[in-house]
């Protein structure tokens, strides 16, 4: 039995959050020179509804992705700000269709829109946006307003969806001690690496490890396929 495919000395993921549509093509051309595959995390309601036109992508942009064999996943519906009021990315705040209630339906409105739009993605896996784990309350210091913290996640829930949840830890996840729901992720380097490929009695528990790279934005300067 081997912990990886093929007896590999440990595993790497690339995953991208937001999906930002000026790096697809950098990205496509990145992961085929060296026949890699990479998820991309959408905000589903930045999509659905045009945030920023242009810059958060198209569901055919995505589609197009998912046809070359990356994977297309959940970074939930809103990113959280759904029923923030301080947070206005759509003109005059978040009514509906943009309004949603609390985290359940941030997560299971995110897949099944995801799966309505790329015919046989599954999408059973989630980013969340953010690492706190809270009462998804907030209260203003003035003790007058009351809104949805925007950085709030559940596990429990999260699983009634999905098969895997990435989080914003970052260092590798330790190999026969992942928690799924809760992946860590961080930055390829060297370091890493070497502890994932190497065994180092200070960092043993990363021997043989799983590293989800975690990249939000490329800088345009660096995406200039020409």
Known sequence: VCLWADDKMGAVSFTIDDGIAWEHDWWIET??????KATWFVIVAYVQYGR????????????????????VES??????????????WTDGGCPPPYQCCDIDTEYAKAQRIIRDSIPGNPCWAIAYSGHKVTDRIYIDPNGDTI???????????AAKYYIIGRGTIGRPSIVNKVNYLNTYAGSITKEWIDN??????????????????LVHN?????????
Not at 196 to 213: K, L, T, V
Not at 218 to 226: F, K, M, Q, Y
Request: aromatic share 20%.
């Open 52 to 71: 920023s036109p242009g810059e958060f992508g198209s569901w055919e942009d995505f589609r197009r992705l998912y046809s070359l064999g990356h994977d």
């Open 75 to 88: 970074h939930t519906y809103t990113h959280g700000h759904c029923n923030d009021p301080e947070y206005s």
């Open 196 to 213: 994932i490929i190497d065994y180092n009695p200070s960092e043993s528990h990363y021997w043989r490890g799983w590293i989800a790279n």
């Open 147 to 157: 809104y949805y913290d925007s950085y709030a996640h559940d596990y429990d829930i």
């Open 218 to 226: 490329v800088a345009r300067s660096r995406t200039d396929t020409s």
């Open 31 to 36: 992961m085929a020179r060296y026949g890699w």
